[in-house]
T-cell receptor
Framework: AQKITQTQPGMFVQEKEAVTLDCTYD???????LFWYKQPSSGEMIFLIY??????QNATEGRYSLNFQKARKSANLVISASQLGDSAMYFC???????????FGTGTSLTVIP | EPEVTQTPSHQVTQMGQEVILRCVPI?????FYWYRQILGQKVEFLVS????????KSEIFDDQFSVERPDGSNFTLKIRSTKLEDSAMYFC?????????FGPGTRLTVT
């Protein structure tokens, strides 16, 4: 089974609107961390937000928030007030327990339309 | 703000040659990683490194690959005998508790 599943290969959103990028994960370890990254066309990987499995609240970083639903094993990224510069690939990733291996999803390509 | 740096930004090599990709992680981070991303595909974990030894490695990280931290700052990935399928973007990353930070990557082209 895939550790990280991103079911939306491509998404479009109108500028200034909010968008949700889906991510589900699979682990039996009670301790894990979930990460979201942005990869613009220039190729760099930009860390956006982190959610720990024991965190009581959903993570937020500026316009990024993580809708963490532990029972459903989902960690969706919400981008509010989309900007043209948000157009990029977005990857969800997981680190299990005390392990040092990261698992990445296949990514979602987001296009912000003016 | 401290950043992970990588050199070179682009490396072209002939099949069968050895390459060394270099990284300088963020200084107070303890865990270091190498990933690769074949063009248009997802990021694949290669190896993690902690306390001067390999912590975990993936199936991709076979005997052709090795990592070193030769001094207190540099972190290197060596590919002994490159193959065409090694052409990819290679990312170094380092981690603190609640975030993992990537370098800008080295694009390796094997001809």
């Amino acid at each position: 089974a895939q550790k990280i599943t991103q079911t939306q290969p491509g998404m479009f959103v109108q500028e200034k609107e909010a968008v949700t990028l889906d991510c589900t994960y699979d682990t039996s370890d009670p301790s894990y961390g979930l990460f979201w990254y942005k990869q613009p066309s220039s190729g760099e990987m930009i860390f956006l937000i982190y959610q720990g499995s024991y965190d009581q609240q959903n993570a937020t970083e500026g316009r990024y928030s993580l809708n963490f639903q532990k029972a459903r094993k989902s960690a969706n990224l919400v981008i509010s007030a989309s900007q043209l510069g948000d157009s990029a690939m977005y990857f969800c990733a997981m680190r299990e327990g005390t392990g040092n291996q990261f698992y990445f999803g296949t990514g979602t390509s987001l296009t912000v339309i003016p | 703000e401290p950043e992970v740096t990588q050199t070179p930004s682009h490396q072209v090599t002939q099949m069968g040659q050895e390459v060394i990709l270099r990284c300088v992680p963020i200084s107070n981070h303890l865990y270091f990683y190498w990933y690769r991303q074949i063009l248009g595909q997802k990021v694949e974990f290669l190896v993690s490194f902690y306390n001067n030894e390999i912590s975990e490695k993936s199936e991709i990280f076979d005997d052709q690959f090795s990592v070193e931290r030769p001094d207190g700052s540099n972190f290197t990935l060596k590919i002994r005998s490159t193959k065409l399928e090694d052409s990819a973007m290679y990312f170094c990353a380092s981690i603190r508790v609640r975030g993992q930070y990537f370098g800008p990557g080295t694009r390796l082209t094997v001809t």
